[in-house]
């Protein structure tokens, strides 16, 4: 359908390197990436994720899948392998639709293709295919034993005499091993044993290396041997947003009656390590489950604990995901920001949940996140106010959720202030003022007076006072370092008239594109040249982006068109692409005669003006005078000539 360009290569759809080892990287070949796109159907990908999507003309329509919408606006061309939003303006082919909606990177959209048709995954001739398969036989391994792990634990919360332990730290969180949840997070038991996955594993062919690698056992510090990891523990499997076993992180349970547990309480969680699957700092937990409402609600809620994610999904609220244990990073915030560019943080109401959201402000502004805070009970948490006042108390806290800085400046500047030292308030009116100098929201401005106000207020100032007006000029100097983009001025933002012939000239590029054989067409080439601007740009991309099918027919490769337009070309093209205005080839090329035509009358209309007003100036010089007269006829001749042949 449509081959990989070498200009596509060097854009998003350009071939995947996928790292394996220091200094090597494997590239899949064009040929693998034009062959998987060719057998795929586009249509049948997304209608698994658009179910509304019903057959219109050239076009399917449904649904869009990347916002809310109620009137269906997503259209899909099976053509041209496209789709487009008419709504959010999103648009691309079958691998774009798996990044966006799945998460995928593009390597890993080509692959996941490529198994489902069955082809072939071939690097490029000039890297070591033996060393990738390797590599790739590798990791494969340790999602195995991965796999493997899961099911055994799930196994365990089901038969172990000892479950009732793991079943016993559910009910107090009000759920039970056959809840639809406990199955959706595939939540298990850890044995109180030293060995028992160790040998599972063994059983399943999985070399405890491999296991080792993965965090699922340890090595004996004396003698030979590997022990399991999670003993006596209620498992939580990370899943990556393909569906893949990562890592665990293992809840401690109470001590069974026998044991012999003497010394410090175990930790209360216990997480598996890095490993060549997993970097902790990358994944989050609950964003396989979560992933369709986070795009669906285009908002994600961040809670700091794996049973805060578990209770609120149980309660319904399902676009809730957590940090694994650690500080939410830009790399999570990144992957997060993949299906929503808004987050809720809802972390717990205590000193650590405050410093946590001041630890994230970074990592949400760096990602392009849009924060927003909710306001958590004191000692509470989540998943307690779930339980104790229902899902509809935790909406109504993230629908009043406040702005970050906002929040931070009320945490600073609260009934705590004004008992604080005069060292402890200096220090805090410091922390406010680096608050607002690294904010780049526009807005922020305007509420200069009313952060002062708010300072002066806890200070006792009078507004009047000397003290008064040097703070108000800190908080002025703070927010003049905030950097923020200039908005358009009033004269260029206002709107410009549309040169003559635009209209026209859209009409041409949209049919052209819609069948780009009408390239070759006489009548219409031969009028092309009326074309100019950005209309001249897309065409001469068209013809570059334009091959011939094994069929014969003329096909286009849309990926590439796109690449060589403008910016400000794209939305139309896409939009053209995805949902045609043409049915068929004939009304097409009626629609290109009729504004060729159209545009061949102004452009004759045009020069006989000018002829017209040169003649004017040209008084007195009898020679051109009279060859502007004889170019004027022409022109009318011509124009006589289009009128009576409409």
């Known amino acids: 359908m449509h081959k990989l360009s070498k200009a596509a ?47 219109r003309g050239r076009s399917f329509v449904g649904l869009c899948p990347f916002h809310q919408e109620k009137s269906p606006s997503f259209h899909v061309n099976a053509d041209r392998g496209f789709f487009h939003c008419f709504g959010c303006k999103e648009s691309g082919g079958v691998f774009d639709f798996l990044i966006k909606q799945e998460g995928y990177t593009f390597p890993e959209a080509v692959r996941a293709l490529a198994e489902r048709a069955g082809i072939p995954i071939e690097e490029a001739r000039d890297y070591d295919s033996q060393q990738v398969d390797r590599a790739r036989k590798a990791k494969e391994e340790l999602f195995a034993a991965n796999q493997i792990a899961t099911s055994w634990f799930e196994m365990q919360l089901r038969e172990h005499p000892l479950r009732q332990f793991a079943i016993d730290e559910l009910a107090r969180r009000e759920l039970k091993p056959v809840d639809e949840v406990v199955s959706a997070f595939r939540l298990g038991y850890a044995p109180h044993s030293w060995d028992g996955l160790a040998l599972h594993l063994r059983s399943q062919g999985i070399s405890p290396i491999v296991a080792e690698q993965v965090g699922l056992l340890a090595p004996r510090s004396s003698g030979t041997g590997h022990y399991d990891r999670f003993r006596h523990r209620l498992m939580f499997p990370v899943i990556d947003v393909h569906g893949k076993v990562i890592a665990f992180s293992g809840r401690a349970l109470k001590d069974p009656p026998d044991s012999d547990a003497k010394g410090d309480p175990p930790p209360k969680y216990v997480n598996s390590p890095e490993s060549p699957i997993y970097t902790k700092g990358h994944a989050l937990f609950g964003l396989f489950q979560a992933r369709h409402q986070i795009r669906n609600e285009e908002c994600a809620i961040l809670v700091e604990g794996n049973f805060d994610v578990v209770s609120l999904h149980a309660r319904g609220i399902t676009n809730v995901v957590a940090p694994l244990g ?58 307690d106010l779930v339980r104790s006042r229902g899902a509809a ?58 952060y002062a106000d708010q300072l002066a207020g806890r200070l006792d100032m009078v507004r009047s006072s000397e003290a008064f007006r040097a703070l108000e000029q800190q908080v002025k100097r703070a927010l003049a370092q905030a950097t923020t983009e200039r908005g358009p001025l009033p004269r260029e933002a206002r709107i410009k008239a549309r040169e003559p012939g635009a209209a026209e000239r859209t009409e041409i590029v949209g049919a052209l594109i819609e069948f780009p054989e009408l390239l070759d067409d006489e009548e219409v080439s031969s009028h092309l040249d009326l074309l100019e601007g950005l209309a001249v740009t897309a065409l001469t991309a068209l013809r570059r982006a334009t091959f011939v099918a094994p069929s014969g027919s003329k096909s286009l490769d849309s990926q590439l068109f796109l690449d060589q337009i403008p910016v400000s070309l794209q939305a139309f093209a896409s939009a053209r692409l995805a949902a045609p205005e043409h049915e068929t080839e004939k009304q097409a090329r009626e629609t290109l005669i009729n504004n060729l035509t159209k545009l061949r009358k102004l452009v004759l209309s045009r020069e006989h003006h000018a002829i017209s007003r040169e003649a004017h100036a040209a008084e007195g010089d009898w020679e051109r005078t009279i060859e502007l007269a004889r170019d004027a006829q022409t022109r009318v001749r011509l124009l006589q000539g289009i009128k009576n042949s409409d």
Do not use: W
């Not at 759809?13 to 790292?19: A, L, Y």
């Not at 394996?20 to 698994?48: F, H, K, W």
């Not at 906002?406 to 680096?434: C, P, T, W």
């Open 326 to 383: 650690t500080a939410f990073t830009t790399d999570q915030a990144k992957l997060l920001h993949r299906f929503a560019e808004r987050v809720v943080l809802f972390f717990d109401g205590d000193s650590a949940g405050r410093k946590a959201t001041l630890a994230a402000r970074e990592s949400c502004r760096d990602a392009g996140l849009s924060a927003r805070v909710a306001n958590v009970q004191e000692g509470k948490d989540p998943d």
């Open 393 to 450: 108390h935790i909406n109504e806290l993230v629908k009043g959720a406040r702005g970050m800085l906002e929040y931070l400046l009320e945490n600073m500047l609260d009934g705590s202030f004004s008992q604080a030292d005069v060292y402890e308030r200096a220090h805090r009116i410091e922390r406010v003022a680096k608050l607002l100098s690294e904010e780049n929201d526009p807005v922020v401005r305007s509420m200069a007076k009313s």
């Open 9 to 55: 290569l060097l854009t998003q759809e350009g071939p995947p390197r996928i790292r394996i080892g220091p200094s090597r990287t494997a590239v899949i070949s064009p040929e693998t990436i034009n062959l998987v796109r060719d057998r795929t159907d586009i249509v049948a990908i997304i209608s698994e994720a658009v179910p509304s999507l019903k057959k």
